[in-house]
């Protein structure tokens, strides 16, 4: 999950596993939150969104769950595969209400390693 | 579409130098930004821009200048660098600035450092 500090928190999987990264947001009043991948050397790459009003979104391999009561996201890979190593970001919208226009607070991050 | 474009990929400059960083997109966005990201942290707002005229600071606006005269480009200057600004500077955009659930589309980064 994310932490304060300057190592960013790892998580090594071997591939075909499953992958589960963590993320405490900070602001009970965001009500949009967003999960980056990050490869190296590039821009983070939009993953999978989630409004405050759902618990739980879908995509393709990918699933976020979000517990308001306990400031939690949390992103789910299926079927982890080595492209999928890089750095994910959690980021949320401090502003309710349409305001911030993409203002985002992001997350520290979290280094996921895939092993063949 | 090219998406967003940054240049240059890498800069090295001294301290008190002055450049301009480079981003454009031909996806007739209305809003850009510009983030920073230092290690081990996650990405700063620095400055964006609702629309060509408008702009607006960010979390970590000190130092840093924009202008947005067209909708295409958004330059990010610094003024005066200095070693605390050595970072790896990204620009986004998204279609609309009227939802704030719009996707944001990153370039692929520019490397600063000041020595």
């Known amino acids: 999950g994310e932490s304060v500090g300057l190592h960013l928190p790892t998580l090594s999987v071997q591939e075909g596993d499953n992958s589960i990264i963590n993320c405490a947001y900070s602001n009970s009043a965001s009500d949009y939150f967003i999960w980056y991948k990050q490869e190296s050397g590039k821009g983070p790459q939009f993953i999978i969104d989630i409004r405050s009003n759902m618990d739980k979104r879908q995509g393709q391999r990918v699933t976020v769950l979000l517990n308001k009561t306990v400031k939690h996201l949390s992103l789910q890979i299926a079927a982890t595969q080595p492209g999928d190593s890089a750095v994910y970001f959690c980021?949320?919208?401090?502003?309710?209400?349409?305001?911030?226009?993409?203002?985002?607070?992001f997350g520290q991050g979290t280094i996921l390693t895939v092993h063949p | 579409n090219a998406g967003v474009t940054q240049t240059p990929k890498f800069q090295v400059l001294k301290t008190g130098q002055s450049m301009t960083l480079q981003c454009a997109q031909d996806?007739?966005?209305?809003?850009m930004s510009w983030y920073r990201q230092d290690p081990g942290m996650g990405l700063r707002l620095i400055h964006y821009s609702v629309g060509a005229g408008i702009t607006d600071q960010g979390e970590v606006p000190n130092g840093y200048n924009v202008s947005r005269s067209t909708t295409e480009d958004f330059p990010l200057r610094l003024l005066s660098a200095a070693p605390s600004q050595t970072s790896v500077y990204f620009c986004?955009?998204?279609?609309?600035?009227?939802?704030?659930?719009?996707?944001?589309?990153f370039g692929p980064g520019t490397r600063l450092t000041v020595l």
């Open positions: 980021a949320e919208n401090p502003d309710a209400g349409g305001t911030s226009y993409g203002k985002l607070t």
């Open positions: 996806m007739n966005h209305e809003y």
């Open positions: 986004a955009s998204s279609l609309t600035s009227g939802s704030y659930t719009d996707t944001q589309y």
